[in-house]
């Protein structure tokens, strides 16, 4: 049965701006597709990379493309010549030509693979590189434009496996070694690890440091970020950039059953980022607009749903309840054009959302309806709350422990802190599917 669209406001000071996910049909025959990676081109062309959420871990090679804005897809497989190899990513640059990564899990060794056809055929590209087993293991292929593209590599013989072609992937030359950074004793780089914004191109590496490019690989800087590994075990996280300058930094760091997230900000390319602090909302897999301060969070795992943030990840505000489908992966084109993972049911039923209406606007301002005053305050502070007649109150530490939690009513009600110890705490103040965070110092 086709599913209902399911809407979500965002609530400006001056009106009221409405979006939605509209769900359409991957074209998958299996059930239970969803999408690792969705690459827009432009309003009509989009490509997506299936994986296997069903549970059973298999390693899919399967694609699905579409070139008329989503009313249908049209899915294929991504015919490598060995069914052991595992997709790393997808470079559209067009309907019909688009450049896929793919490595062995055991070996690494892997490659470039193109299509000119939509998909029907794969071509092998640099034969030449990727070929010392133990060292050459591929990571990610990515395509400025038809001609101009890179594709990166863990270290193999002292330095980062990284090519360059400029027409179309027809020769690839290895960038040399005096152009790149030193990679630090055991240091290599991930699958998916990796940022592009216009002609700049970022990779992160398990010492917690940023490569990047600003010419389209002809020079290469390195800088430490504030995370000591960007995918291990312990600790991990991504970079997301809205353009060349302005990123993102998410950073977890897991202890057992607990993850902590954080998040930190660049201003000049990931040169230097912000000291981290706490994450609050409620959605993890992150994206930018495109050139704005805008940033949303969808969840796949509870609690599913859409959330948005307007200025750099500092506050969120969740735009669906909970209890609907699981969102995935985004992209976004702009304001008014994005779609976002789901899970196929069969051919004709979901795989994938795509946004109606306006996400939000450059003059958009967040509809704060709860104030906690004074601040920073040593005993009593005062929750006032617009609008609103019940809520609840979640109270956590600077390290995302919760120390008090409340049901209220009211207009407005008193709360003693004095018990608390000096510092920093975050006050949740959340009602149906309107939530806020202020940060409060207890003094």
């Known amino acids: 049965m086709k599913k209902l669209l399911l809407c979500f406001s965002l609530i400006a000071l001056t009106s009221t701006i409405n979006a939605q996910w509209t769900s359409q049909a991957t074209g998958f025959s299996a059930a239970s597709r969803g999408l690792s990676e969705i690459k827009i081109v432009d309003a009509n062309t989009v490509w997506g990379i299936a994986y296997d959420g069903s549970g059973l871990g298999l390693d899919i090679q399967e694609f699905t493309v579409t070139t008329n804005g989503g009313d249908s897809w049209n899915p294929g497989i991504i015919d490598v010549g060995n069914t052991a190899l595992q997709i790393t990513n997808i470079s559209p640059v067009s309907g019909t030509t688009a450049w896929v990564g793919a490595f062995d899990g055991t070996d690494g060794l892997g490659g470039v693979f193109k299509t000119s056809d939509g998909g029907a055929t794969w071509e092998p590209q640099n034969s030449a590189g990727f070929t010392t087993v133990g060292e050459s293991w591929f990571n990610v292929v990515h395509f400025f434009n038809a001609n101009v593209g890179l594709a990166m590599g863990d270290p193999e013989a002292g330095e980062f496996e990284i090519y360059k072609t400029i027409n179309g992937g027809t020769d690839w030359t290895r960038i040399a070694g005096s152009a790149l950074p030193n990679p630090l004793s055991g240091e290599y780089g991930y ?8 002609g700049t191109f970022w990779f992160t590496t398990n010492k917690g440091r940023v490569y990047r490019t600003t010419d389209q690989g002809v020079t290469w800087t390195v800088a430490q970020a504030p995370i000591t590994d960007f995918g291990g075990t312990a600790q991990n996280g991504r970079i997301y950039f809205s353009d060349a ?14 993850t902590t997230r954080t998040y930190a900000t660049t201003t000049n390319g990931g040169a230097s980022w912000s000291t981290p602090v706490p994450f609050t909302g409620t959605r993890f897999i992150l994206n930018y607009i495109p050139g704005t301060t805008t940033m949303v969070a969808t969840s796949a795992a509870a609690p599913v749903g859409t959330s948005i943030s307007t200025n750099n990840g500092a506050t969120w505000t969740d735009l669906e309840p ?4 699981q969102r995935g992966a985004s992209a976004f084109l702009n304001l008014t054009t994005g779609w976002c993972a789901g899970f196929s049911t069969d051919p004709l039923t979901d795989g994938v ?11 958009f301002e967040n509809a704060t309806k709860f104030k906690v005053y004074p601040n920073p305050s040593s005993s009593i502070v005062t929750i006032s709350a617009a609008n609103v007649d019940s809520y609840k109150l979640s109270v956590t530490d600077i390290t995302g422990k ?5 049901s209220l009513n009211g207009i407005e009600n008193t709360l003693d802190i004095s018990s608390l110890s000096t510092g920093s705490y975050f006050f949740e103040l959340s009602s149906d599917n309107i939530k806020d965070v202020v940060k ?3 003094n």
């Open 191 to 198: 699958n998916g690890g990796y940022a592009v914004a216009g």
């Open 245 to 258: 300058n302005n990123g993102y930094l998410q950073k977890n760091v897991v202890a057992g059953a607990v």
């Open 322 to 325: 909970t209890g609907i489908e």
């Open 353 to 363: 959302f795509k946004l109606t209406g306006t996400l939000g606007a450059q003059n």
């Open 402 to 406: 919760v120390v008090m939690t409340k």
């Open 440 to 442: 409060i110092l207890k």
